[in-house]
């Protein structure tokens, strides 16, 4: 079952524009798990709940009253200025972006309904892996370029399996960290893990990324079963339409895990060959033979070999080689 924007979320404020920017942006998430409609006041919310019950409200917390909400057995969710009372039903605070509110809206409705089985219709669902085909050829500032553009169309979580010194340096990506506790709780299959995740997920320029692996040492705990268990997950409960993954050089195997996604980019310098025939005859040697027919080579521009990123140069790779992937499967492929 895969998570599609079916479900209503009423936004009630006061100031019209607000909910209806809140509603504007939430309708650019592909994948997004609601609907939102805004409301300038509560007569006109509750006119729209005698023809259709809302899945969840968002309330200006001035305009709560326990007892307009006593027949309503809905999530219900105010959006405040600070902390609410313990009396009151959650808040989400108003003085963010609208990102945040979003995650903010989505965590708390997984919290009234951690099993709820939402009803919804198929959607489109890709996984991406870059890996390294040489050394330091700067793969994870091709995956961020890719991810950006892929944010256009697609909901996607950018999932960097290292240390982020060029992201922070290049893009601004805050050190949030964290990785290492998501990993244990995969390994154990908490059932609180998609929370944690989502506590964890920070967004830079629309991309939103999982949390900086701090540790390599910790990937190694990881299994190729535990990261498909993640993934599925990801399909099934995430917001996200598409997972963008890049390996590193901890990953093992390595064959295993990429055998996991759809679309796979393996990206090289010149005058690196001999690593690029080196990794095609390591991959073409275990478990995985065909795996290497898989693979869409990326070479970088060479105006960038040697020197600090070219973001313009990376921009324009990133659009080519989407262009190209979306010719070689289409663009509605289902996976």
């Known amino acids: 079952m895969v998570v599609a924007a079916l479900n209503i979320l009423a936004v009630c404020d006061p100031g019209a524009e607000y ?53 309503y057995d809905n999530p219900l969710f105010l959006l405040g200025s600070g902390l609410g009372r313990d009396d009151e039903p959650k808040s989400v605070f ?77 893009y601004g990506c805050p050190g949030n960290g964290g990785a290492g506790d998501i990993l244990y709780g995969l390994c ?38 535990d990261w498909k268990y993640l993934l599925e997950r990801l399909k099934s409960e995430s917001p996200y339409t598409a997972v963008l ?3 590193g050089n901890v990953i093992q195997p390595l064959g295993g895990f990429l055998e996991l996604f759809d679309v796979i980019y393996m990206v090289w310098e010149d005058g690196q060959m001999v690593c690029q025939n080196r990794m095609e005859k390591y991959l073409k040697n275990t478990a995985c033979p065909q795996l290497w027919q898989r693979i869409t080579g990326i070479q970088m521009p060479s105006d960038t070999v040697g020197k600090s990123c070219d973001r313009a140069a990376l921009r324009q790779l990133a659009v080519k080689t989407l ?12 996976v």
Not at 160 to 169: I, N
Not at 193 to 213: A, C, G, R, T, Y
């Open 19 to 71: 909910g209806q920017r809140l509603a504007k942006y939430a309708g650019t998430k592909a994948g997004y798990p609601f609907e939102l409609r805004a409301f300038s006041s509560l007569d006109q919310l509750f006119r729209y709940r005698e023809k259709k019950k809302p899945e969840a409200v968002l309330l200006d917390s001035a305009l709560y009253s326990e007892k307009d909400w006593e027949e």
């Open 94 to 170: 108003r003085y963010q972006e609208a990102d945040g509110i979003l995650k903010d809206i989505l965590m708390l409705y997984r919290e009234e309904h951690p099993r709820l089985d939402m009803q919804v219709e198929k959607r489109r669902f890709c996984l991406y892996a870059v890996t390294d085909g040489t050394e330091n050829c700067r793969s994870e500032s091709l995956a961020f370029e890719l991810a950006a553009q892929l944010t256009k169309k697609e909901r996607v979580l950018l999932v960097d399996l290292r240390t982020w010194p060029v992201l922070r340096k290049t």
């Open 188 to 225: 154990r299959r908490k059932a609180d893990l998609m929370d944690q995740l989502m506590e964890k997920i920070v967004s830079v320029n629309d991309v939103d990324l999982f949390p900086e692996v701090e540790d390599p040492a910790d990937l190694l705990e990881v299994s190729v079963e």
């Open 245 to 247: 993954a890049v390996t």
């Open 323 to 334: 262009r190209e992937t979306e010719k070689k499967y289409g663009p509605e492929r289902d």
